[in-house]
């Protein structure tokens, strides 16, 4: 993805994760979800790098990360994440996570022990139930749907993704997340985190919602097609003091439909630095 480099390699379990670290400052992390990559912060980051030093990586077997024939499950991105952290020596960042990423982040704050200065989550995934009827026919038939020709491939990826986004998003712009999950190994790993896709993930951390360490926002697009926005409602109740705001016309993938709205929370919720 040429319009967004990853210029930098970081070995995990054996197989290379992509990142790139721009700007400087404060700590700021970008965390993506599924079937995404870090390229959906590229409306977002570039606004933070003039007063921030901003992270993003692509997760195990996602965007430009090694496409991983094992383990691409929600219960190894939570360690990604908190040795990236140890990897890049942040203590306490303001995270931003999305999506699938929502569940990374969360994990690896209360189940890996990792500290944040402010935690922002939009639209996550972090109570179940969750998974769309595609989703839960996928994980039935994984070895069918990895096999598709892959002229029905690039019909199914661009149709799925589009149901996360409210706008009418031209195919050029569309392309950057498709790509990734076309061809070969990317049509075989699109399928295998769909079918490694368990809430299990999620128990384990949704009882110690209550106890999270840091402040928090929720911002949730109004129409939301894949987790209504009635769980995010439920979801601030169960974490003390949380803020949650709600994204008119913006649909799951609020980054395209809405990137200033994110844009204006961040600079609003994040930490000031201290006035010299």
């Not at 700021?28 to 599924?34: K, N, R």
């Not at 498709?178 to 079918?195: E, H, L, M, N, T």
């Not at 994204?247 to 799951?252: E, L």
Request: aromatic content about 10%.
């Amino acid at each position: 993805m040429t319009d967004w480099p990853l210029a930098q390699s970081y070995r995990f379990n054996g197989h290379s994760v992509r990142y790139a670290v721009r700007g400087d400052g404060p700590p700021l992390v970008f965390v993506h979800g599924t079937p995404f990559s870090s390229y959906v912060w590229h409306r977002i980051a570039p606004h933070f790098i003039t007063s921030h030093r901003v992270h993003y990586f692509d997760l195990l077997g996602y965007g430009q990360s090694e496409k991983v024939d094992g383990d691409v499950s929600l219960g190894v991105q939570n360690q990604l994440l908190a040795q990236l952290l140890e990897h890049w020596g942040l203590d306490r960042p303001d995270i931003v996570a999305h999506d699938f990423g929502g569940a990374t982040a969360l994990r690896a704050h209360l189940l890996n022990g990792k500290e944040y200065r402010s935690l922002t989550l939009i639209d996550p995934v972090a109570l179940t139930p969750w998974g769309s009827p595609f989703v839960q026919h996928v994980r039935q038939h994984e070895a069918a749907f990895s096999g598709l020709p892959d002229y029905i491939q690039r019909a199914i990826v661009p149709t799925y993704i589009r149901g996360a986004i409210k706008r009418d998003i031209p195919d050029d712009e569309l392309d950057p997340y498709v790509q990734p999950w076309v061809g070969d190994p990317g049509q075989a790993a699109f399928y295998r985190q769909i079918a490694q896709m368990d809430e299990r993930y999620t128990r384990e951390a949704e009882g110690l919602y209550p106890t999270i360490r840091c402040p928090v926002q929720i911002l949730w697009g109004e129409d939301d097609q894949w987790i209504p926005i009635e769980r995010g409602r439920a979801l601030q109740q169960m974490i003390p003091g949380a803020q949650f705001h709600a994204i008119p016309n913006a649909g799951h993938l609020v980054q395209e439909d809405a990137p200033e709205a994110i844009v204006a929370a961040l600079m609003r919720f994040l930490p000031q630095p201290p006035s010299s």
